[in-house]
Nanobody
Framework: QVQLVESGGGLVQPGESLRLSCAAS????????MGWYRQVPGKQRELVAV???????NYEDSVKGRFTISRDNAKNTVYLQMNSLKPEDTAVYYC????????????????WGQGTQVTVSS
């Protein structure tokens, strides 16, 4: 089994920063794409940022220039540095990973973390 554990959420004022972390553990051979998604009540979960094992990144337009995704492949950990936070960034943030669990299998499974609340309010 594979577990994703997020940390770093909280309450901040507009313009402040937060850093989210997500560590994957368990039966892991390799992880291709890792990413962050967010969801507010009544809306669909949306992509925030993703990063491949090679370091290629993609961002949702509203966070470009403010958020930075990075990862430590040796630690199976992905980070999201969030600067210049806005009230509209308030959401539950979820970590996501596409995991190949075994060397002898090409099957890739998708896993999600439990979510961490980010609230931006004055």
């Amino acid at each position: 089994q594979v577990q994703l554990v997020e940390s770093g959420g909280g309450l901040v004022q507009p313009g402040e920063s937060l850093r989210l972390s997500c560590a994957a553990s368990g039966s892991i051979f390799s992880i291709n794409v890792m990413g962050w998604y967010r969801q507010v009540p009544g809306k669909q979960r949306e992509l925030v940022a993703v990063i491949t094992s090679g370091g290629s990144t993609n961002y949702e337009d509203s966070v470009k220039g403010r958020f930075t995704i990075s990862r430590d492949n040796a630690k199976n950990t992905v980070y999201l540095q969030m600067n210049s936070l806005k009230p509209e960034d308030t959401a539950v943030y979820y970590c996501n990973a596409d995991v190949r669990r075994f060397r002898w299998s090409i099957i890739v499974d998708e896993y999600w973390g439990q979510g961490t609340q980010v609230t931006v309010s004055s």
